[in-house]
């Protein structure tokens, strides 16, 4: 379905308030939380309104201005229209509401609504909603027009000359939609019993006229309302933001490097349900109480949020308040010691360490950055991270009106998409703006070459938290642990295997025009039910004069697909969850209730209540001993998790009166779980591999693993990128594994750790740098040669002259 631009269009409603419209029906009303039926009585016209004040409320929802709306109505008492003002004729067809943006004062206009005891003829009302809309739109061309006739095709109709209406409507490509009260539909299906000669013949009329439109729907109200509650998303344009793609350093080299003018628009955009807000109850003054005052009305009023700040004298110099002591005495001496101060003599402070550091222009300068989109280098989109990405995603196309610009777009998307890499994007929106890192991916469509744009975060922005291995045991001594009770058996994992199979739903939804299965879950057929129920809630409660007597009707179906698993699929698993309870030996454990003694005290909590899945007990300091010391902790560990979390401008919504210390201390808070970058197997870490060696030393039972692991670790560390900034602290591991190795007796394996060391480092995508750095240092850091190894009881293969030689050369 091709976009459509949001907004720009002129609505026109066309509604029959003849006197059949009078008639009442019996509607069904959602069930009481007892399971009992309801049903009220309204007539046709309120029925057939709820349809118009649901298209209307989607308009007011969205709250654009170019998305206008204007009511005419048929059969009605009076007649005032623009054609009977200037040729006559064109009786009882009235210009209830002009055209305009619609608000509440629509939606109380249409509740006003009563059925009269005249009739109207529907194609007078389209004529004059054709014409009222044309002279409304005379200078807007490109904007949308739509016609909505709702009637019950009880009313006559003079049909001579319709040709020419659908011809003229045709010309202004305008949409007509009949919504029929009662009318018949197939599809749905409904058909009408015992119905009127005059109704048959109108309702064949409609389909005929709709029929000879190029955009023409008929419909009936009961499947109409139906379908208007239905998840509905609308594909908008979005507006083409003008940057610079540039590849290369255009500034030092700019013979080596290209800017090409592009356009960036959205490709996604984040959804959220709309927000409530509060209202109380207005206090009325006496001048109000005396215009309403033969008017039971309420009036509320939205609730504004306003901040008072104090300074709080009392905490300072060093004093300490009780805080048991709640006398009278003590709350009016408090409320001495605040003094108020304005918001515009408070300055904004960012914590740094234990203190705050004040910043009165309410930021720090930021980076001298320049506008645009550079490309920082290329890597194999096999090795892009999917669950990094976060954030929008943008399309990246080439200036529309540049057909050299596009000629270069295309060229590098072309090679991007044939070499099968993504580029690493560094996107800045204006000039002065914080930069964003991103990744573009090439795009080849018959038509177009572009790029999408998703954001990736900065290092800083990703936390890792270790927690045991499920799969993988090790003892104090190093070794691995194959049985285990946290280690699953061969039996349970088959059984487990089985279960998930056995819920697999790929595959096993409606065919396709092939007679393929497709998958039962579809991402463009699930909603937000968050979204979609709050926006019926919200339509339906601006709708309904009375929510008590007509409560929120159930869902549309479509929200609840995917709420619950397919019946199939529960049935299907029954037997594998049988297996995995018996396998597993799973039992429900009931739970067990807190005894508090009469003195207030808490248990301590057992040593092991809280252990699952682990291959060691945590230390002492992890264990909590009461609830009280939890809270604490569990308290101080979300502020500090908080800390780097930009302060919320927003205000509580209520007064209230908050202590403000001028750059107060705050608590120290608990230091974040480092990873220790410690491989399954290994007990030496990557992040602190010396520390880790000290450590494991101490024990003196896992030397051999101890000197292993850390010539693998030293070779991983000075491989990778950018490890010059830990050549110091390498060359200090390689000292303190040569001295262990020189001592333990492991002399052959320092030996052969470092002449893998040195060809690994003298390769051509090697380290070179850390070698050289290693030869100043000399014979220390050399091969242990067999004098060495003599003094100290132990063998070498090498003599004094080889190990001279290994590190000159």
């Not at 009585?41 to 989607?58: D, G, H, P, R, S």
């Not at 509440?104 to 004059?128: F, H, M, N, R, W």
Request: net charge negative; aromatic share 8%.
């Amino acid at each position: 379905m091709p976009a459509e631009r949001a907004g720009y269009t002129v609505t026109m409603f066309l509604i029959d308030v003849s006197s059949s419209m009078g008639a009442t029906r019996s509607v069904e009303l959602p069930p009481t939380p007892n399971g009992e039926q309801r049903t009220t009585e309204m007539t046709n016209l309120e029925w057939a309104l709820q349809f118009v004040k649901l298209k209307i409320q989607e308009m007011i929802f969205n709250g654009r201005k170019t998305d206008q709306c204007g009511v005419i109505l048929f059969g009605s008492e009076e007649t005032e229209n623009i054609i009977h003002e200037k040729n006559g004729g064109y009786q009882h067809v009235l210009e209830y509401i002009p055209i305009a943006q619609p608000n509440s004062a629509t939606l109380a206009k249409l509740d006003a609504l009563q059925p009269s005891e005249y009739s109207g003829d529907p194609i007078d009302a389209l004529i004059v909603g054709i014409e009222t809309q044309d002279i409304y739109l005379n200078k807007k061309r490109t904007w949308t027009r739509k016609i909505v006739i709702v009637t019950d095709g009880q009313s006559p109709m003079e049909i001579e000359d319709w040709e020419a209406t659908v011809k003229k409507m045709n010309s202004l490509d305008i949409s007509l939609t009949i919504i029929g009260i009662d009318f018949d539909d197939d599809e749905f299906p409904f058909h009408e019993e015992d119905k009127s000669t005059i109704k048959v013949e109108n309702e064949a009329f409609y389909h005929k006229l709709t029929s000879a439109l190029n955009n023409g729907l008929v419909g009936t109200c009961v499947f109409a309302l139906q379908e208007i509650t239905r998840p509905d998303m609308k594909e908008t344009k979005s507006a083409l933001m003008g940057t610079v793609l540039r590849l290369g350093d255009v500034d030092v080299r700019p013979e080596e490097a290209i800017e090409i003018l592009v356009k960036a628009s959205k490709c996604t955009a984040l959804a959220r349900p709309k927000s409530w807000k509060k209202f109380g109850r207005r206090e009325k003054n006496d001048d109000q109480m005396q215009i309403d005052k033969d008017e039971d009305k309420t009036v509320f009023a939205q609730l504004k949020m306003r901040s008072e700040y104090y300074i709080d004298h009392s905490t300072q110099g060093g004093e300490e308040q009780d805080k048991m002591d709640t006398s009278s005495d003590d709350e009016e001496d408090k409320d001495k010691n605040l003094e108020k101060v304005e918001k515009e003599q408070l300055i904004r402070g960012f914590k740094y360490g234990s203190t705050y550091a004040p910043c009165p222009d309410g930021q720090f300068p930021r980076l001298n950055t320049r506008k645009g989109i550079d490309i920082c280098g290329f890597f194999h989109a096999k090795n892009f991270r999917r669950e990094l990405a976060m954030g929008e995603v943008q399309y990246i196309w080439a200036d529309p009106g540049a057909p050299q610009q596009q000629v270069a777009l295309s060229s590098i998307v072309q090679a991007m998409y044939e070499k099968g890499v993504l580029a690493i994007a560094r996107w800045v929106s204006k000039d002065g703006m914080d930069p964003k890192m991103g990744v573009l991916e090439a795009r080849v469509d018959p038509n177009i070459d572009y790029l999408l744009w998703v954001q990736m975060p900065f290092a800083d922005d990703v936390r890792k938290y270790t927690f045991a291995s499920l799969e993988n045991l090790v003892s104090k001594n190093g070794e691995s642990i194959t049985k285990h009770p946290y280690l699953p058996t061969e039996d349970q994992l088959q059984a487990m295997g089985r279960f998930i199979d056995s819920m697999d739903i790929m595959d096993s939804g409606e065919k396709d025009d092939e007679g393929k299965p497709v998958p039962w879950y579809d991402t463009q057929q699930s909603y937000n039910p968050a979204i979609h129920r709050t926006k019926q809630a919200l339509f339906h409660s601006a709708v309904v004069n009375d929510i008590t007597s007509n409560p929120l009707p159930p869902p549309h179906p479509e929200l609840l697909r995917y709420i619950n698993p397919p019946r199939w699929a529960l049935e299907a698993s029954k037997d594998a969850i049988a297996e995995c309870k018996a396998v597993f030996k799973v039992k429900e454990v009931p739970k067990k209730a807190t005894k508090v003694r009469k003195d207030g005290h808490v248990r301590a909590v057992d040593e092991d209540e809280d252990m699952l899945l682990l291959d060691k007990k945590p230390a002492a300091s992890q264990v909590p001993v009461s609830l009280e010391l939890g809270a604490r902790l569990a308290k101080k560990s979300a502020a500090s998790d908080s800390e780097t979390e930009e302060e919320s401008d927003q205000e509580p919504l209520l007064l209230e009166k908050r202590p403000f210390n001028a750059l107060p201390t705050p608590e120290r808070s608990m230091s974040p779980d480092v990873d220790p970058g410690r491989a399954p197997g290994r007990i030496i870490g990557s992040t602190y591999p010396l520390r880790d060696f000290k450590t494991n030393l101490a024990q003196g039972d896992v030397v051999t693993k101890a000197v292993e692991d850390m010539g693998v670790i030293i070779k991983e560390v000075v491989l990778r990128p950018f490890a010059s900034r830990r050549h110091k602290e390498m060359i200090e591991c390689m000292i303190a594994m040569r001295d262990t190795s020189l001592k333990e007796d492991e002399i052959d394996t320092w030996n052969a750790f470092l002449r893998n060391l040195k060809g690994s480092c003298l390769k051509e995508a090697g380290n070179s740098e850390f070698w050289q750095e290693v030869q100043k240092l000399g014979r220390s850091l050399s091969l242990i040669s067999e004098p060495e190894a003599m003094k100290l009881g132990g063998q070498s293969e090498f003599s004094e002259s080889a190990s001279e030689a290994f590190i000159t050369q």
